[in-house]
């Protein structure tokens, strides 16, 4: 929602470089007044790259072109399918076995977000495959630095590495927004909605939702993480319902049910 209310004014590649490298800082400022050390290998550097492209600037960018070819309702369900995508890489990279109880869940997930998003019409129009080559791309590149992350050299501070990814993912997305000539609007002449929105993904969309992301890859398995995938969708629903005062039906919270329940069979222990 956040989103959708920047990018109504902000061209999408420079809000998103902006938001990173202002949370960064933000972070490296409070780093520094915690006496936190700052210092990181060339490996850890080089790990910090690889994800931040995989996570915020392919994952979350290439998802926001995507939208071009694609109805936002679509692009939701194929994102869905995340938890799949990292159980079958954990059985490939891993070779970790697929319990009963993950696979009913990811299955009861993706039907309660098909029944979320087909309550208004999917348009699937000439030139969409494109999307969803390119959705399902960021959907195994975010899958594929799920499990990267859980085993990667990285940071030991949690709050120091969603520093560095931020940082290096808020840099690639100033070169490519510049490549394709995007305009630089300066915060001064936002409206005072989108100055709101912006603070509040930087915040609690960027600091405080990506480091504690961070911190559940190195100490869950991924995909009982990956279970975000449907659990955010249910909280869009409950603030749209909440502040934009928009219809909640029977058939959503139906869906929300049978998602709240995939989340449970994947989270939950044998």
């Not at 050299?153 to 990814?165: A, C, E, H, M, W």
């Not at 480091?211 to 990956?226: D, G, I, Q, R």
């Amino acid at each position: 929602m956040l989103n959708k209310i920047a990018v109504e004014e902000l061209p999408p590649l420079m809000l998103s470089s902006f938001r990173f490298i202002t949370a960064s800082v933000l972070i490296f400022i409070i780093a520094k007044l915690m006496k936190l050390s700052l210092a990181i290998t060339k490996k850890q550097l080089l790990n910090t790259v690889i994800v931040g492209f995989l996570f915020l600037v392919y994952g979350n960018g290439v998802f926001v072109w995507a939208l071009k070819y694609l109805d936002s309702g679509f692009a939701a369900l194929l994102a869905s399918t995340q938890p799949l995508f990292v159980l079958l890489l954990m059985r490939v990279i891993d070779k970790k076995k697929m319990h009963t109880k993950s696979i009913i869940g990811v299955i009861l997930g993706f039907v309660g977000m098909y029944l979320l998003v087909s309550q208004k019409e999917l348009s699937f129009e000439a030139g969409s495959a494109i999307g969803v080559i390119m959705i399902l791309t960021c959907v195994l590149g975010w899958s594929y630095a799920s499990i990267f992350v859980s085993k990667a050299d990285l940071p030991k501070n949690y709050f120091i590495s969603t520093g560095y990814q931020m940082l290096t993912a808020g840099l690639m997305l100033s070169f490519f927004s510049l490549v394709f000539n995007e305009e630089w609007i300066a915060p001064t002449n936002w409206s005072v909605k989108v100055q709101l929105a912006v603070v509040l993904l930087i915040v609690f969309g960027g600091i405080v939702a990506f480091t504690a992301f961070n911190y559940l890859l190195k100490n869950v398995s991924p995909e009982k993480v990956a279970t975000s995938a449907y659990v955010n969708p249910l909280i869009a629903l409950f603030l749209g319902w909440y502040i934009l005062d928009e219809n909640l039906s029977i058939q959503s919270i139906f869906s929300a049910l049978i998602l709240l329940t995939g989340v449970y069979f994947i989270t939950s222990k044998k």
